[in-house]
């Protein structure tokens, strides 16, 4: 089958799971052709699995000229089916392909849309959408429970990956931490409400009787400024650091002590998977798709969500019993091995893209 895939890989390890999808599909026998930004990282590791990778992902969601450089390039191509992995690319790709008969398959991390993104359900929800593939069953029920898209539109596949990608590589130095002892709280991700910062700062607070913890948050926002007047209130802020956005998060994991993701509603967090991959102890909220990923007391800790006296509890027993600790970061690592491999994704990527 001839697919284009419509996608910003920007990212060799943020973006790895998605590329080793099409590199399945390639070895599948597929003819897949990448049209993303310029310069990609990953155009190489395409390249040498025979993949075609073009420059010219749409920056905007419906400027003409892209719009018909796109349909251009489908035509002319022949291609059968395109994946909009994004929402810039859903939107152009809806334009380009109007009147061809193509299939279209879409992508939801999230929940979401909600129904104040009106534009998104003409998008995502389109009558002309093929499919749509959800990260995590999460996702799944949270769009069907909308019941804007019949069920047999949606498909759940959870992104894969290899623990070879995250290898023991040189850990991060904590400037900070001037002890053995020391030991670093860490979470990644945007800093903005749904990602539930306010309440790991909030718990941070109520562990500062733990004078060689350090609470290190990576990411950028637009809640940064208030939780950083947040922190400052504390009896401990002096062990409270935001270090901004990273593009390779493996040291910082490397480093790191415990992981927390304390988001309210979370499709299927790469961090997680991550923090995972390197055998860290996770606590995470009850927030969707982390229960899909974490078995309570097994393989990490799950909270609910709003509760920075939950969280702190969490942290705090890891703190408190380091060979618990160690026991849910290798179970956690085993479990990947197990159950979250990249082989089994591209796999139900060709099965459903040949079943429609």
């Known amino acids: ?28 026998g597929h003819n897949i052709t990448v049209l993303t930004v310029a310069n990609s990282p990953l155009a190489s590791e395409f390249q040498k699995h025979g993949i075609l ?3 010219g992902h749409p920056t905007q969601k419906n400027d003409p000229k892209e719009v018909a450089r796109l349909r251009e390039l489908i035509i002319s191509h022949g291609f059968e089916l395109v994946q909009l992995f994004n929402s810039t690319a859903l939107f152009a790709g809806l334009r380009a392909t109007k009147g061809l008969k193509i299939k279209i398959f879409t992508y939801r991390g999230a929940k ?22 959800c990260v995590s069953e999460y996702v799944r029920r949270g769009i069907l429970a909308q019941r ?3 069920a047999h539109k ?15 590589i040189s850990a991060a130095i904590w400037p900070f931490a001037t002890t053995d002892e020391s030991k670093i709280v860490l979470t990644i991700g945007r800093f903005d409400p749904v990602k539930g910062n306010r309440y790991l700062v909030e718990a941070a607070g109520t562990l500062s009787s ?20 947040s922190a400052k209130q504390l009896r401990n802020a002096d062990r409270i650091h935001f ?3 990273v593009d390779d998060v493996r040291p910082y994991l490397a480093a790191a002590s415990i992981y927390v993701q304390p988001s309210l509603s979370e499709g299927l967090a790469k961090s997680i998977i991550e923090a995972m991959a ?23 800790i799950l909270v609910p969500t709003r509760s920075s006296t939950a969280l702190a509890a969490a942290i705090d027993d890891l703190l408190r019993q380091p060979t618990k600790a160690k026991r849910l970061g290798d179970s956690a690592r085993s479990w990947l091995a197990r159950n979250l491999n990249s082989d089994v994704t591209a796999q139900k990527y060709h099965e459903l893209y040949t079943s429609h």
Request: aromatic share 10%; no cysteine.
């Open 210 to 229: 733990h004078h060689d913890v350090h609470f290190v948050f990576l990411g950028a926002g637009t809640e940064l400024n208030s939780l950083q007047r």
């Open 112 to 133: 979401g849309p909600y129904w104040h993104e009106l534009p998104q359900y003409w998008g995502y929800f389109h009558p002309r959408v093929t499919g749509i593939v």
């Open 154 to 168: 949606l498909h759940t596949i959870h992104k894969g990956i290899r623990l070879e990608w995250f290898p023991a």
């Open 148 to 150: 804007v898209v019949p």
């Open 53 to 55: 990778v073009l420059d």
């Open 278 to 300: 390197y055998g860290l102890p996770v606590v995470s909220t009850r927030s969707g798709g982390a229960e899909e990923l974490i078995l309570h007391e097994e393989s990490g």
């Open 1 to 28: 089958m001839k697919i284009l895939v419509v996608s910003r890989y920007e990212n060799a390890v943020r973006h790895r799971s998605e590329a080793e999808i099409l590199i399945g599909l390639a070895h599948h």
């Open 243 to 245: 270090l901004g956005h």
